[in-house]
């Protein structure tokens, strides 16, 4: 079956591509800055605002570049022709 669908979880390789850990950091600092600035003290939530700021990046970045990837995988696929999916 040469036309057959692959079902099953992505290769760890093919998920950091298209969540694009790179671009990571600037909503991760942005998190971070808005944290520190809100003046409020940290007490025993630094774990939660860690948590946070850890977690800004893929779920508010990477996130958004992996739905952006899907919705333009038609125009990727003439513009990227080696791109793995």
């Not at 605002?49 to 970045?61: E, R």
């Not at 739905?67 to 333009?72: E, R």
């Not at 513009?79 to 793995?84: D, I, K, L, V, Y």
């Amino acid at each position: 079956m040469s036309g057959a669908v692959r079902v099953g979880w992505p290769a760890p390789a093919v998920v950091l591509e298209y969540l694009k850990p790179i671009t990571w950091f600037a909503p991760m600092w942005a998190f971070g800055c808005g944290v520190v600035s809100s003046g409020h003290g940290f007490g025993a939530r630094w774990p939660l605002a860690i948590a946070g700021v850890v977690l800004a990046g893929p779920l508010v970045c990477g996130t958004s570049q992996a739905i952006n990837d899907w919705y333009a995988r038609h125009v990727d696929a003439i513009n990227e022709p080696g791109r793995r999916s």
